[in-house]
């Protein structure tokens, strides 16, 4: 007796309605309890509608210990696909909690490597939704071994297309390394949790006791380790921030972020009336990005950690930029281990993905201290000069107020091949800051003096009328032109333009040693 | 002096953020006063204080398994003063310096943390 194929179709729809049930009613029932979205949820929000095609939808686990063959595990935990977000092609993965607690095993780590493959090849964006338990116990080394060939994939993968990582849940133990290696980390607060040991394992070992979300929870990787690079509130906030990320980013490290239609900046940011006159006293950086940047729409990243360093992306003119400044607000703006860092991290990646890199320059200098010192703030400062000096995108700096000593240089200075080096009458570009310098340099008249208070001062007003503004700088052509504040966006808009086709090759090597 | 109110109003998102002190404070770097608002990391900094050569600390959690020594035992540079069990594995804690014990801070099957004082040389 033949089946007719039209009974074969009807069998195929209520295999995948079988599969689509992942841990059943219960389990999808307990991951809303949480507060959390099923992982087809999470994507059919995150992807535009109707555009998300299944695979592997009915791979199966092969293991045969621990009473394994007896369970059925529907997509063994993990859901892949590619669909489009803003109308372009988006390889993506989710793992299903519902599922043996989403843990991974042999099978599960293939699916999401198909995928990985598959993005590396087509040349689009991976999007990776973590919701895991971890390594399935019962399938032993085999789940190392998944692991293993993920993480190399990312590695692979890191500058060719961007990838992003959405910790919708646990991400615990060796399963957080593939955020680590992805380009952009996005948590939710009081979902996502992130780390290498748990608080069972704290608790035996050292007999601290700390909740999962005091440890390695949504707030900690954004305030304070600096893994995480957006933060959200709900899952749908989230959504939002990656496709509001996605539009400045190109889809593979070959092309170039799309236009968009330039926009005016909004009127409420007067360039000229954010900065103070009294270079003691701080401003907000992000006021003067958003004088200058299109539609006033700033992206920042890493918001929370490391504050007195200012990153994040906008657009000059219709092109996708990003930004790297020092926010006087805090800590004065210096440079410190962790601002370091995350300069630099962000600067590798713009010049991977050949996105022009605009430097705000207001620093006094470097954070002093014994603990920045032994946290090895030599090492962290020297990845600065390393990323700019690497970087072969456009690279166009503003200085400001303060430039003083290695800060000035570690700022994308001429001297590190920015391009173009604006700075506006109120800079101060120095070896160090005129109370520093005059105390040092005319030590002997201040210490003859009759008045030695009187002397200083005298002597203060002396070095900052001959040294403390860009003049100095200019006369050597170490700054290409000093530059009211009105005219920056002007200024910032032509540099992009005859920068555009920048063409420089740097010695053959296989690659250098930065201080990691 | 009028001190600048952003109008990006951005540490907005996380409610009781901790990012940054709730008031501006004076910051005087290379000679001259700044105000600028502190992150929590750099107001909670450990000041640096010279350590005591006679006071031996650990250096890894773990539980004291065997002690090797007593108030009034000479000991060279090196020599191991007792045995915990930590990360897995029996581990021979030695002192770095020599001299004579005065007095021992922990006791046998006692669990320790880090940094926790373990003995004190005269």
């Known amino acids: 007796m033949i089946m007719p194929v039209s009974n074969k179709i009807l069998e195929l729809k209520k295999k995948r309605k079988e599969v689509i049930k992942g841990g059943g009613e219960q389990a999808v029932l307990k991951q809303a309890a949480m507060g959390k979205l099923t992982a087809r949820t999470r994507i059919i929000s995150l992807l535009d509608e109707n555009s998300f095609n299944e695979y592997d939808l009915f791979v199966e686990h092969d293991s045969r210990d621990f009473d394994m063959e007896k369970k059925t595990l529907h997509g063994d935990g993990v859901i892949i696909g590619t669909g489009t977000i803003l109308g372009k092609p988006v390889c993506i993965f989710a793992q299903d909690f519902t599922v043996a607690g989403g843990s991974l095993g042999f099978m599960h780590a293939r699916k999401i490597t198909k995928i990985m493959d598959h993005s590396l090849k087509m040349g689009m964006p991976l999007i990776g939704i973590n919701d895991s338990g971890g390594a399935r116990i019962q399938e032993g080394v085999n789940s190392l071994a998944g692991y293993g060939e993920i993480f190399f994939r990312n590695t692979l993968a890191s500058g060719v297309i961007p990838q992003i990582s959405v910790i919708l849940g646990p991400c615990a133990g060796g399963a957080v390394y593939s955020p680590a290696l992805t380009d952009f980390v996005f948590v939710v607060d009081k979902i996502s949790k992130m780390f290498i040991t748990g608080p069972e394992v704290i608790k035996t070992v050292l007999g601290e006791e700390i909740s999962m979300e005091d440890l390695g929870g949504a707030r900690v990787h954004s305030e304070i380790t600096g893994n995480a690079h957006f933060f959200a509130e709900t899952e749908e906030e989230c959504f939002d921030q990656i496709k509001n990320l996605l539009s400045f980013l190109p889809w593979n490290n070959m092309e170039k972020a799309e236009k968009t239609r330039p926009k005016a900046p909004k009127r409420m940011y007067k360039i000229t009336q954010i900065v103070p006159d009294d270079p003691r006293y701080p401003y907000d950086v992000r006021d003067v990005i958003r004088s200058i940047v299109d539609d006033s729409e700033f992206l920042e990243v890493q918001e929370f950690w490391a504050a007195n360093m200012v990153i994040g992306f906008g657009r000059i003119n219709g092109e996708s930029v990003g930004f790297v400044c020092n926010q006087p607000l805090i800590l004065a703006g210096v440079l410190d281990v962790d601002s370091s860092d995350k300069a630099a991290r962000f600067i590798r990646y713009c010049d991977a993905f050949n996105i022009p890199i605009i430097t705000l320059v207001d620093l006094p200098g470097y954070l002093p201290g014994a603990d920045q010192e032994y946290a090895g703030v030599i090492r962290h400062g020297a990845k600065v000069l390393y990323a700019y000096s690497e970087a072969t995108v456009p690279k166009l700096t503003v200085i400001i107020r303060k430039a003083y000593g290695g800060g000035y240089i570690a700022m994308n200075s001429r001297h590190l091949r920015a391009d173009f080096v604006f700075a506006w009458p109120s800079a101060e570009i120095a070896v160090m800051g005129p109370e520093g310098a005059a105390n040092i340099i005319f030590r002997k008249e201040i210490a003859n003096a009759v008045d030695p208070e009187k002397m200083r001062r005298q002597k203060v007003k002396e070095y900052k009328e001959k040294f403390a503004n860009p003049y100095v700088a200019a006369s050597r052509g170490y700054i290409d032109s000093v530059i009211a504040p009105s005219e920056t966006r002007k200024l910032l808009i032509h540099a992009l333009e005859v920068s555009a086709r920048k063409n420089i090759s740097m010695p053959r090597k296989k690659h250098g040693i930065p201080p990691f | ?122």
């Open chain 2, 1 to 122: 002096m009028k001190i600048h109110v952003s109008k990006t109003n951005v540490f907005r998102k996380m409610k009781g953020s901790k990012i940054k002190s709730s008031v501006m404070k004076n910051m005087v770097l290379g000679g001259r006063q700044y105000k600028t608002f502190f992150t929590p990391k750099f107001e909670n900094r450990k000041p640096f204080t010279v350590p005591d050569p006679h006071l031996i600390y650990s250096a890894i959690p773990g539980k004291i398994m065997k002690i090797l020594v007593k108030p009034g035992k000479k000991i060279r540079p090196g020599d191991t003063i007792l045995i915990m069990d930590s990360m897995k594995m029996m581990n021979n804690i030695i002192s770095l310096h020599g001299g004579i014990i005065k007095d021992v801070f922990v006791t046998k099957g006692e669990i320790i943390p880090k940094k926790h004082l373990i003995a004190e040389l005269e």
